[in-house]
Structures are given as C-alpha cells and as structure tokens.
C-alpha cells in the first residue's frame, strides 16, 4: 500500500471519528459479491442506479452490518483472550 494512501485514510478516519493524529487506526471491510444479473442491470444506467442495484444494497445493509459487528466482535474477544494470557 503506497504511503500517500495510508496518508489520506488516517486523514479520512480522524475527520470522521475525530481521531488525534497519533492514535493507531484499524479498518475492517466486509465486502460480498453481488450477482452479474445485478451488475448487469446498474451497468448502463448514466443519472441513477437500477432498482435491483438499489434492492441489493437497502435490503443487504443490515446484513453487511450484521456480519460486521460479528467480525469486530470476534476480533475484540480474540485480543482481550490475548491480553488474559498475558496476565
């Protein structure tokens, strides 16, 4: 990853989380595929997004933010089972 890019995410999650400058940022992505008949279907639009682009993305965000919070959270016992160990 090029340096200028980690540059502006620091810059992007301090604007956004009012981060100090020092403090270490961690970002997690979850991305899951979306079908070619979806794809398809957004792929001439010029103004807007298909419905079904739109389906897809209002009807599978509680989902994605599901699957995010489980991973965040799995993330987090795994550190604090570490620090544990460590005491």
């Not at 540059?7 to 989380?17: A, W, Y």
Request: glycine content about 2%.
């Amino acid at each position: 990853m090029s340096e200028r890019r980690v540059e502006l995410e620091r810059e992007v999650m301090q604007v956004h989380c009012r981060l100090p400058s020092s403090d270490p940022v961690s970002v997690i992505a979850v991305v899951l595929p979306i079908t070619r008949d979806i794809r398809q279907s957004n792929y001439n639009m010029k103004e807007i997004t298909s419905v079904r682009w739109n389906h897809t993305l209002w009807r599978g965000r509680p989902f994605v933010c599901d699957v995010s919070r489980h991973v965040v959270n799995q993330l987090r016992q795994k550190r604090n089972s570490r620090l544990d160990w460590r005491n």
